[in-house]
């Protein structure tokens, strides 16, 4: 996200910021528990779940062009992670589960979807991730991304074939997680 270019309204009063100055900001931040870890030098940063969520909000309401930019380099990010390119453990699959919620995010819900989604997590029609695996929440997790509202309307940018096999991809899972009456 810092890299350039700049993110008008989100990064640019970090550009040009000297090293000791940022490292005092991260640990500042570290202390009042806004942010993980203790090591001030790293470079990724990350936060919990709600403080991520609520600036995450914050940032979507007030800079909307800023939000989406951010999501979709955090969209690249997330992709490039895994070593390899179809990952065999859930814990080395987690960056494409969250590509696939920044992507969509950023509005790429088709590279979210061919790139990443259906080839790499999925691995086309095997359901690598749930079947053997065994990702079912994280992979509904990233599913839901390609809704506009969850379980009965697709993204109209996906094809009506990848609609399809979304919905489908969506029933098995919420099947098997129990929630029946969902799918």
């Known amino acids: 996200v810092l890299a350039a ?3 008008a309204g989100l990064t640019d009063h970090l550009f040009g910021m000297p090293r000791p100055t940022r490292i ?3 640990q500042r931040l570290r202390k009042l528990r806004l942010l993980k870890g203790d090591n001030a030098d790293r470079e990724s940063l990350d936060a919990d779940k709600v403080i991520r969520e609520h600036f995450s909000g914050l940032l979507l309401h007030e800079n909307p062009e800023a939000w989406r930019e951010a999501n979709s380099r955090l969209f690249d990010y997330y992709r ?3 070593a390899e390119e179809q990952p065999e453990t859930s814990a080395d699959m987690e960056p494409l589960f969250q590509a696939v919620m920044h992507g969509c995010r950023s509005n790429r819900y088709r590279e979210a979807w061919e790139e990443v989604e259906w080839p790499r997590i999925r691995r086309n029609d095997e359901g690598h991730s749930v079947l ?3 990702a079912w929440k ?3 997790a990233a599913l839901e991304s390609f809704f506009v509202r969850a379980w ?3 993204v109209a940018q996906l094809s009506k074939d990848s609609q399809a096999w979304l919905f489908t991809e969506t ?3 919420l099947r098997g997680l129990g929630r029946l009456e969902e799918a």
């Open 138 to 140: 994280s992979d509904l």
């Open 80 to 82: 490039s992670l895994p």
């Open 132 to 134: 053997v695996i065994g």
């Open 152 to 154: 009965t309307r697709p």
């Open 24 to 26: 005092r900001a991260i």
């Open 5 to 7: 270019p700049v993110i």
């Open 171 to 173: 029933a098995f899972n």
